[in-house]
């Protein structure tokens, strides 16, 4: 159990870092009445979101792998999973997601912003950003949606390849017993995951979708603040 709890110990880090980023600024807002920030503040924020929340999504790829290893070679499970390869892979999530964060805030850099805006959100995003700038967006629009379908699409799928491979071996298992067992020990990564990736197509269908400002903000609350408070109960349990 070595590996997933040194995994959990850094998802448990990326989940306290990523509300940090949003949540105590939303209740000092609440508190004051002002819904001020300064411009570098909230390019901090969105530098700081975007790395926790691409750290979180990247781990939970590793953490898919680790129940693969598990349950499809458990005799290697030691041998592959060993303390090299989990640093390695935690290191390179990291890494990652510092290079996609400070890509995105190099680009919103770049744009020539009005004097007078307005963010109708509780935390700087980086979509409510780009049309609030007044210069030609169109770069920014093709790195955020080559980078985001990059770094979401291609997590989700190594997920889905690694449960593929999962449910293959365990309809493989004769007793039933063997079945619960082997599934159970997923059950708590494949609930984290749903609600991540639930809450995520949440947010995107909103924004996409001809919805206010307020729906996008609810949507937004779920994946900020809901989903990382729910990961902890859902390990404990």
């Known amino acids: 159990h070595e590996p997933m709890y040194y995994l959990l110990c850094n998802l448990s880090l990326a989940d306290v870092c990523f509300t940090s980023t949003t949540v105590p600024k939303m209740l000092v807002n609440i508190q004051t009445h002002s819904k001020a920030i300064a411009y570098a503040g909230c390019i901090t924020q969105m530098g700081f979101s975007f790395l926790f929340g691409v750290l979180d999504d990247l781990l939970l790829t590793v953490m898919a792998y680790d129940r693969f290893v598990a349950i499809c070679h458990p ?5 592959i999973m060993n303390p090299r390869l989990c640093g390695l892979l935690v290191l390179l999530s990291w890494i990652m997601s510092a290079l996609y964060s400070l890509l995105q805030c190099l680009m919103v850099l770049r744009l020539s912003l009005c004097p007078d805006w307005e963010i109708p959100h509780f935390f700087c995003e980086l979509n409510q ?4 700038a007044c210069s030609d967006t169109f770069l920014n629009d093709l790195v955020m949606y080559f980078a985001a379908g990059l770094l979401g699409v291609g997590p989700l799928a190594g997920t889905l390849y690694s449960y593929s491979k999962i449910v293959s071996s365990v309809r493989a298992i004769p007793s039933t017993q063997g079945k619960y067992k082997a599934f159970s020990t997923c059950a708590s990564h494949l609930s984290v995951v749903s609600l991540f990736y639930g809450t995520s197509l949440g947010v995107y269908l909103s924004s996409a979708g001809n919805h206010g400002s307020h729906s996008r903000a609810v949507a937004s ?8 408070m729910l990961n ?3 390990y404990g349990i």
């Open 75 to 79: 005799l290697h499970y030691t041998v």
């Open 129 to 132: 950003m780009t049309q609030l």
């Open 221 to 228: 609350v779920m994946y900020t603040v809901v989903t990382p």
């Open 232 to 234: 902890p109960v859902i």
